[in-house]
């Protein structure tokens, strides 16, 4: 894993689930890492694991559904590290709840984590980027960023959001050598449906078609080797990923299957 050798990545969500796997991989690839997320406590743990010196390892916890103080972040790690090379917006919380009961509160909820901080981070990392001519931003969506879905209607909004902005992005950014991933996982073994909001709080389960799902370490494997491939868009997964393609060629049908599918 030469290629993320030294390289300067900045991964949120990294206390859990994918954005964790991805910190042990890099770790692994001698990479210099800084992990944020809201809970202190998991990233001290993820920490440990990478078995990263304190020289090549930031604990940078915040909230993304707050992220005002991106610049100030950005300058925290631009004051220990002297440069930034990779973003990965991964930090994101699922939804599991009818539109009809859900409020408008808990769809700017989701807005804000899923879309918006990612918007603001980059915006946040790019001048550092820019006056590098190069950089890479790594943009976590999901199949929901491809088709809506039962109990999904705000984050497969915010997901579809990131797909306009970051398409856009990568052409007006590509000149200035920052190259632009947005990685679509379909169901991969995480916390994430025990960690989704729900129109009274969290979903507190484990759906099936997760705990049966593609590991967390496979799907950062992946990713990394897209990154290092420059590719633009990726899908990961499995049989879930059949649907993007049905919609593609076939949207009636894809209309017709979509409505068998159970939302857990
Ligand atoms: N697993 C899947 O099947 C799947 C499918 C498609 C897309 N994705 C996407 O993959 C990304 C990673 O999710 P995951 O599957 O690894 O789920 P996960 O295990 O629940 O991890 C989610 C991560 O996001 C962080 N996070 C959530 N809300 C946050 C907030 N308000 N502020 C800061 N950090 C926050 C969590 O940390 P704290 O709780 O410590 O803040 C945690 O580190 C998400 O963007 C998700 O939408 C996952």
Redesign the pocket.
């Known amino acids: 894993m030469g290629f993320f050798k030294d390289k300067v990545i900045w991964i ?8 964790e796997a991805l910190a042990l991989e890099l770790a692994k690839g001698e990479a210099r890492l800084i992990i944020s ?3 202190e406590d ?1 990233l001290k743990r993820v920490a440990a694991l990478t078995k990263l010196p304190d020289l090549d390892l930031m604990i940078l916890p ?4 707050d992220t005002s103080k991106a610049t100030a972040l950005t300058a925290n790690i631009i004051n220990k590290f002297g440069r930034i090379d990779i973003l990965v917006n ?5 939804q599991r709840s009818e539109m009809e009961k859900t409020s408008i509160e808990i769809d700017r909820e989701l807005m804000e ?2 879309y918006f901080s990612a918007v603001n981070l980059t915006r946040a990392v790019l001048p550092y980027m820019k006056r590098q001519k190069s950089g890479n931003i790594i943009v ?5 960023g491809k088709f809506g879905f039962y109990l999904r209607s705000g984050y497969s909004a915010a997901k579809h959001a990131l797909h306009g902005f970051f398409d856009s992005f990568r052409l007006e950014t590509e000149k200035d050598g920052i190259k632009t991933l947005i990685v679509c ?4 073994n ?3 449906s025990l ?1 989704a909001v729900t129109d009274k709080g969290k979903h507190g389960k484990m759906d099936v078609s ?1 705990a049966n ?1 593609m590991s ?1 370490g496979e799907c950062a494997n992946i990713i990394l080797k897209a990154i290092q491939n420059n590719q633009e868009e990726i899908l990961i997964g499995g049989k879930e990923l059949t649907a993007v393609k049905i919609k593609r060629f076939f949207p009636k049908w894809f209309g017709k299957i979509i409505r068998k599918q159970s939302p857990f």
């Open positions: 949120t969500g990294a206390s859990s689930g994918i954005g997320a809201r809970r998991e915040f909230d993304l559904n991964n930090g994101g919380m699922s984590v899923n976590i969506s999901s199949v929901a996982p379909g169901k991969i995480t916390n994430i960690n997760h799902a967390a």
